[in-house]
């Protein structure tokens, strides 16, 4: 199957960029100018529920402050790709008040004992020049590009690292704060007038990382030169706070300490999106596909994931129709199936697996009646009435709802119990029959002779 979700590859990052694919471009060039706006030191948080795009995001904004650096040794090819389409003014050119950026992915990291020495070292890696682990121990090696590029003597630093027990002989030295503070002196020299140290996924690391981090950076690397970006959901990072300090403490104001900025992630351009990878609206069941994104409030990476399985479920009898034989009444009820009950059946699976059992299980009606309420036209209801019904008022014609009609399309396939005396059901044009429920779990499964996976 092809996979639609992007890893955030230097070479995705420039080329998104270069596309433009969710009209982010405004928003990087947006947020850059606040970062270039810092004069001392500070701290930002950007917030975003998991999957709405905080990696690429950051990412791609690193590559922006990187390649507006004139000492950041990028590929000038490269560097001309990065910058194209991005709506900077045309006088916005290379200057000596640039920054230098880094990122840190603070879940890959958080089994490291003491984060900062982590994020030293990751934030010495990737300013360096020609660094190589080769046979040398990270602090060995972190030592000597710090003297490589400040100058200074490190050794003490050095010496520091290399001890048996590095934090706490840190801690013991009443200067720490100043060793550390010659450390980022010796990064930043010739390289930029401010550091930004973009931190991700700390929302997802162990809660004792994670807090421990927060406390290291506000008491050993409080510098004026300095920005700190953590892309987050501060939803979570509360939750993780509390793990650590107890239900009881107040993460919010926690967190106040730590944050001089809060800036939600920017909307994207859903339809340049969808476009992206063909989710049109020229068949009913992308329609119902996009109607159950909205539905879930799904973000970018559960949009691609719930996407894919659509796809591969019923792209081909929803867009190839005319290769199937749904002319008569259980076809047609199997079709309505494909079309509609599938793509919410893979939907409740993303969003929430309990509410998916109780709706297979017929307990819950309510994701149905919320698809419905979303359909304003009501096509396929009105399919679903018999002859002597109508939602209106009409002579000769019984007056039903949209709720019954709905109602009796769920009964129909997951409440009713085909046996002996009763073998199907009809709605309108569409039959169903003891044979609906499985074949609705099946194809939303990809378990059916409908499913495309190549």
């Known amino acids: 199957m092809k996979k639609y979700e992007m890893l955030p590859t230097e070479e995705n990052l420039i080329e998104t960029m270069y596309k433009d694919t969710i009209n982010r471009n405004k928003d990087i060039v947006y947020f850059y100018n606040i970062l270039q706006a810092q004069e001392s030191a500070s701290t930002i948080a950007i917030d975003g529920r998991w999957g709405s795009g905080k990696t690429f995001f950051v990412c791609q904004t690193k590559l922006v402050i990187n390649a507006l650096n004139p000492s950041y040794d990028m590929d000038e090819e490269e560097k001309a790709k990065v910058m194209i389409r991005l709506p900077f003014p045309k006088n916005n050119e290379e200057n000596e008040n640039c920054s230098i950026a880094v990122y840190y992915d603070a879940w890959e990291n958080d089994n490291d004992t003491e984060p900062v020495l982590s994020l030293i070292y990751e934030i010495t890696k990737q ?31 050095m010496d520091t690292l290399t001890s048996e027990d590095p934090f706490t002989k840190f801690k013991e030295q009443k200067d720490v704060q100043q060793k550390i503070k010659d450390f980022f002196t010796g990064l930043l020299a010739e390289r930029g007038n401010r550091l930004v140290i973009f931190i991700d ?88 596909t996009k109607r159950v994104i909205k539905m879930f409030n799904f973000e970018l990476r559960e949009i691609t994931r719930f996407y894919l399985q659509v796809k591969a479920a019923v792209y081909e009898p929803t867009h190839n129709s005319s290769q199937y034989d749904f002319s008569f009444s259980d076809g047609k009820g199997r079709y309505i199936i494909l079309m509609y009950i599938v793509p919410l059946l893979i939907g409740l699976k993303i969003a929430d697996i309990s509410k998916y059992d109780d709706f297979v299980n017929g307990r819950d009606i309510e994701p149905l009646i919320k698809l419905f309420d979303m359909d304003e036209e009501n096509h396929l209801l009105e399919n679903m009435l018999n002859r002597d019904e109508s939602f209106e008022k009409a002579e000769g014609k019984k007056l039903v709802t949209p709720e019954e009609i709905i109602k009796r399309f769920y009964d129909a396939i997951f409440v009713n119990q085909y046996n002996g005396s009763k073998y199907s059901t009809i709605l309108g044009q569409y039959g169903f029959s003891k044979e609906s429920k499985p074949f609705a779990l099946s194809a939303s499964s990809m378990m059916s002779n409908f499913a495309e996976l190549s």
């Not at 360096?128 to 003490?156: P, R, W």
């Not at 009881?248 to 926690?254: E, H, P």
Request: with cysteine; hydrophobic share 40%.
């Open 201 to 288: 996924e700390l929302d997802r690391c162990k809660p004792t990382f994670a807090v421990h981090l927060l406390e290291q950076i506000k008491h050993y690397i409080f510098d004026d030169r300095i920005t700190f970006v953590f892309s987050v959901n501060l939803e979570q990072l509360q939750h993780t706070i509390k793990h650590y300090y107890g239900a009881d403490f107040d993460a919010c104001r926690y967190l106040d300490r730590f944050f001089d900025l809060r800036i939600s992630m920017p909307p994207i351009d859903i339809d340049k999106f969808y476009s992206q990878f063909g989710l049109e609206s020229r068949y009913y069941v992308d329609i119902v």
């Open 127 to 157: 300013l360096s020049v020609d660094f190589s682990l080769s046979d040398k121990s990270i602090v060995k090696t972190a030592g000597a590009i710090i003297e490589a590029i400040s100058g200074h003597n490190v050794n003490g630093i």
